[in-house]
């Protein structure tokens, strides 16, 4: 418990695509009780929000949680502007339930898109928790893509695949999912993280098989330790708080509908708040130019 | 100057305080309350008969020395008042804003029985914020006990604990799980009540002066436990309030414009939402609000909803706010002058009226929300009497957001891996009532974490008897 100035660095940035990034954050703290699942929540500076993102990975000894976010608004946008060096006002955590690792068997994780990089320390840890996995990770397009060498390293068997088929198999990732859960072959349990209409689609496809199907919820939040509420997530029956309860829930005990609503709720704010940090990117390099 | 005589101090009227007009105030967030200056500060200060057996102290959870610090005061020794007030108090510039002093030390005072009481608690706050910005009289640390204590919170309670602990030479750090120190102080209580430069500036005047470190961006139960504190420290003070909404069990609750007061005021007062785009939490307020609820939490929901409205609407057709409340004006547990700065603000008050479905739209939004009149029937437990629904009675109000102000409890996140401590069904920490000692050894606990939500002051009462209770055992 070290003193240390406010602040978390970046100790190294990655671009994986144009749009996603990775960051080794230095957070002692953090990384000493880090367990796959899990996630941090980080703030920029002073006037910055708080947003919740799950851990990629962790190293106990250096001290540090590597993220990877894809910028999809301002906050994600303006922490991908940040560089090696820099520092960040807030880093939180670790925070929310641990991934139940055990042995079930065979195991099925799904990683789409930027879920990629949280479905990685799970896969891994089922791997050495004795379970044979089998990965399937996709994206929109091949750009997108990332971690495949890694995914495989933790990995019986990876597919991969591509919406628009420039890179492995043109298809969802719900179609080989399918495929081996049909297929003859006893899947114990299923892990879907990536953006929430792939994780609705994954849970309705186990659902009528009764696969046992684990999502990772990534809801709005603000403190993330069960304070606002802000993130409770609605079920089939009642609602529970995505930061104390989860991330991970059943799939199938998802209200998909009433979650997917809940996300769109600040939408017009959040496209005020990218437009007006555009306009300011573009203003500064505009004098930047001068 | 003659002194004056008890008849000449008793002729003197009490003194008003500037406030801000309500229709300017509804347009910003800045303080409501102006304070007193200095003349109106003595005038009021000369109003005190200085008795012998002073009742206003026994009404202060805290026991400050308020007959000490007045005569001070209008002897216009501010010094010497500080240093009467902090004997007891560290925190007055905060505690005269927020305090309830009318059914606390003002509710006691002699001259109320015939008018009006002294103003004690502007007075207080006038000397709270004559030295933060005089700086007369530092928190003095004794010397080092070579003892470590961990603080779990940095809220009221928490806060006392580590300045009184702090003062006795203990070597004290603070863990707040937010990204800023002063708990419900800024994210609970909204800036136009009391200001966050004032919680900062009081804040960080006490820890320079004590040596106190505090440690932001730790929740206790997660990124340590007190499992972990145990092992590193001598002794842990547990304030950690009550932080977990509740949520009403209706239908609707989880649409979208449906929160719960503590997201609203959290947007709104820790992430600076009413300053959104430039600061990047966004608030949404719609033009038809209703705050379930009638404590000082509902109250701030409501007054912010209001001033949101007014600032987002650029002042056109604002919208209206109101407080829906199954029991009748009488039972309102917010304070007087809280219910008074919203009346006077244009709040709508709905009471007797109770809430048994949230409406929504085929986009999931609230459209509004059907509740039934009430009445009051034979007292229950609490002693009030209970709401019965009118049968028949059911209406729809349009409204765009629903805010739920019904009440925390403690946040459970704090006890992962402390299961020997002994909660109440509740929710809420067992400890001694004098002294804070939880059921394991080491630990104390106090504030809303142990009463369930109640005021800063009661939970700054409980903050200082542990802290006297872990010096007493620290010393042994």
Same mark, same amino acid.
């Given at each position: 418990m070290e003193d240390r100035p406010k602040g978390y660095k970046i100790l190294k940035k990655q671009v994986l695509s144009d749009v996603t990034k990775l960051m080794?954050?230095?957070?002692?703290?953090?990384?000493? #009780?880090?367990?796959?699942?899990?996630?941090?929540?980080? #703030?920029?500076d002073a006037k910055g929000e708080r947003i919740p993102l799950t851990i990629a990975d962790f190293d106990r000894e250096a001290g540090t949680i590597t993220i990877i976010f894809q910028e999809v608004g301002k906050s994600t946008m303006h922490l991908g502007t940040l560089n090696e060096g820099d520092s960040v006002e807030t880093f939180v955590g670790p925070l929310g339930h641990p991934t139940e690792i055990k042995n079930y068997g065979t195991v099925i994780c799904v990683g789409g898109g930027v879920g990629i990089a949280p479905i990685y320390p799970i896969a891994r840890a089922l791997k050495e928790a004795g379970n044979e996995v089998i990965s399937i990770i996709g994206a929109r397009n091949k750009s997108l893509l990332f971690w495949e060498d890694k995914m495989r390293a933790v990995s019986d068997e990876l597919i991969v695949c591509t919406d628009d088929g420039s890179y492995g198999r043109k298809c969802l990732v719900t179609e080989p999912l399918k495929e081996i859960v049909t297929g003859g072959k006893k899947v114990a349990k299923v892990w879907a993280i990536g953006p929430a209409i792939m994780m609705k689609f994954v849970a309705l496809a186990t659902e009528p098989l009764r696969v046992p199907t684990i999502v990772s919820l990534n809801t709005i939040m603000i403190d993330g330790t069960?304070?606002?509420?802000?993130? @409770?997530?609605?079920?089939?029956?009642?609602?529970?708080?995505?930061?104390?309860?989860?991330?991970?829930?059943?799939?199938?005990?998802?209200?998909?509908?009433?979650?997917?609503? @809940?996300?769109?709720?600040y939408r017009d704010e959040e496209k005020i708040a990218l437009e007006r940090f555009k306009h300011e990117c573009n203003l500064d390099k505009a004098i930047g130019r001068q | 100057m003659a002194e004056l005589t008890p008849k000449e101090r008793m002729a003197i009227s009490r003194q008003e305080m500037p406030v801000q007009d309500p229709k300017v105030r509804i347009g910003n967030f800045s303080e409501v309350a102006l304070g007193y200056a200095m003349e109106t500060a003595v005038n009021e200060a000369n109003r005190c008969l200085q008795c012998k057996k002073p009742q206003c102290v026994e009404g202060c959870p805290v026991g400050v020395k308020i007959p000490q610090f007045i005569k001070a005061l209008r002897e216009g020794d501010m010094a010497l008042a500080v240093k009467e007030m902090k004997e007891k108090n560290n925190l007055p510039a905060i505690c005269g804003r927020v305090c309830p002093q009318e059914t606390q030390c003002e509710g006691k005072c002699i001259l109320g029985k015939k008018s009006q009481p002294v103003a004690i608690g502007r007075l207080e706050r006038f000397v709270g914020d004559f030295e933060l910005s005089n700086r007369t009289c530092p928190l003095v640390k004794a010397s080092p006990s070579g003892k470590k204590v961990a603080v779990v919170g940095s809220g009221p309670a928490g806060l006392t604990c580590a300045v009184d602990l702090g003062r006795e030479g203990h070597d004290v750090t603070i863990f707040e799980s937010l990204h800023v120190a002063g708990g419900v102080l800024v994210y609970g209580i909204p800036e136009f009540r009391l200001p966050k430069s004032v919680v900062h500036a009081e804040i960080d005047y006490a820890m320079e002066c004590l040596g106190i470190k505090i440690k932001t961006d730790y929740v206790i139960g997660r990124t340590l436990t007190v499992r972990d504190l145990l092992d590193e420290f001598d002794a842990i003070f547990i304030g950690s309030g009550a932080g977990l909404p509740t949520f009403l069990k209706v239908p609707g609750i989880n649409l979208n414009g449906v929160m719960s007061a503590n997201e609203f005021l959290t947007r709104v007062n820790l992430m600076m939402g009413y300053l959104f785009p430039e600061y990047d939490t966004p608030v949404k307020i719609g033009k038809?609000?209703?705050? *379930?609820?009638?404590?000082?939490?509902?109250? /701030?929901?409501?007054?912010?909803?209001l001033r949101l409205q007014r600032i987002l609407s650029g002042g056109s057709d604002p919208g209206e706010v109101h407080i829906v409340y199954r029991r009748s004006r009488?039972?309102?547990?917010?304070?007087?002058?809280?219910?008074?700065?919203?009346?006077?603000?244009? *709040? *709508?008050? /709905?009471?007797?009226?109770?809430?048994?479905? *949230?409406?929504?739209?085929?986009?999931?939004?609230?459209?509004?929300?059907?509740?039934?009149?009430?009445?009051?029937?034979?007292? /229950?437990a609490s002693g009030r009497r209970r709401p019965v629904p009118i049968e028949g009675s059911e209406f729809d109000m349009e409204l765009d957001?629903?805010?739920?102000?019904?009440?925390? =409890?403690?946040?459970?996140?704090?006890?992962?891996? %402390?299961?020997?401590?002994?909660? =109440? $069904?509740?929710?809420?920490?067992?400890? /001694?009532?004098?002294?804070?000692?939880?059921?394991?050894? $080491?630990?104390? %606990?106090?504030?809303d974490v142990v009463t369930g939500a109640a005021t800063v002051i009661s939970a700054m009462g409980a903050g200082k008897r542990a802290a006297a209770d872990m010096h007493r055992y620290l010393s042994a």
């Open positions: 080794v954050i230095e957070a002692p703290q953090v990384a000493k #009780k880090a367990q796959a699942g899990q996630f941090i929540i980080i #703030k920029i069960g304070m606002c509420g802000g993130c @409770r997530v609605p079920l089939k029956e009642g609602a529970q708080f995505v930061c104390v309860d989860g991330p991970e829930f059943d799939g199938h005990a998802v209200d998909w509908d009433g979650m997917l609503g @809940r996300l769109q709720f | 038809r609000v209703a705050v *379930i609820g009638a404590g000082n939490v509902a109250m /701030d929901a409501a007054r912010c909803s009488q039972e309102v547990p917010a304070r007087d002058e809280e219910v008074h700065h919203a009346e006077e603000e244009g *709040i *709508i008050f /709905d009471f007797l009226t109770n809430p048994v479905e *949230i409406l929504g739209d085929e986009r999931g939004a609230v459209r509004g929300m059907r509740c039934v009149r009430m009445q009051l029937g034979e007292p /229950d957001t629903v805010i739920v102000a019904l009440g925390t =409890s403690p946040n459970p996140l704090v006890f992962v891996d %402390a299961e020997d401590l002994q909660r =109440s $069904k509740h929710g809420t920490v067992i400890a /001694d009532q004098t002294t804070g000692k939880t059921t394991v050894e $080491k630990v104390w %606990a106090g504030g």
